[in-house]
C-alpha cells in the first residue's frame, strides 16, 4: 500500500512539475529574416505598431525635398510643404494627387515621375500613424 502511495505522490508531482504558465501570448515567434519585429509591409522598417513610426521630418520632408521641383519648397510660389503644419493640413489632398495617374490632370508632381511605391507607402503610412512630426 505504501508502495502505491508513494508512486501516486511521485507520479502527481511529475505532473504538476510539467506544467507551464506560459500563455500562446507569451511565446514570441521569430521574425522572417527579411523583416523586423512589427514590419507591416516586409519592408525592414519598423512602422505601424512598432516603435519606429513614419514622422515628418525623417521620412516625408526628404521625399518633398527631393520631388516637388521647387514649387512646393520655400519661395516656390505654392504651399511650402517643407513647413511641417503646412504638409499635415493638407496631406490628403496631397496624397490624392501623388496617387493619380501620371500625367492626369491634378498629378503631381507636376513635370516629373510618379514616386516610388516605397515612397507613396512611406506617405500613406504617415497618415495612417497620425501625421506624426
Not at 515567434?29 to 505598431?49: C, K, L, R, Y
Not at 501620371?102 to 506617405?123: E, N, R, V
Amino acid at each position: 500500500m505504501k508502495k502505491i502511495l508513494l508512486l501516486l505522490i511521485t507520479f502527481s508531482a511529475l505532473s504538476f512539475m510539467s506544467c507551464s504558465n506560459d500563455s500562446e501570448s507569451d511565446i514570441s515567434e521569430t521574425p522572417n529574416n527579411n523583416e523586423t519585429p512589427n514590419d507591416n509591409n516586409g519592408d525592414g522598417e519598423n512602422n505601424g505598431d512598432g516603435e519606429n513610426k513614419i514622422t515628418f521630418t525623417s521620412d516625408i520632408l526628404p521625399i518633398i525635398n527631393n520631388n516637388c521641383n521647387n514649387c512646393h519648397l520655400s519661395g516656390g510660389g505654392q504651399t511650402n510643404y517643407t513647413i511641417y503644419n503646412n504638409a499635415k493640413n493638407n496631406a490628403s489632398t496631397i496624397q490624392n494627387r501623388i496617387n493619380r495617374t501620371q500625367g492626369s490632370s491634378g498629378f503631381m508632381p507636376q513635370s516629373g515621375t510618379k514616386l516610388s511605391s516605397s515612397d507613396l507607402a512611406k506617405f500613406d503610412q504617415w497618415i495612417t500613424d497620425g501625421k506624426l512630426e
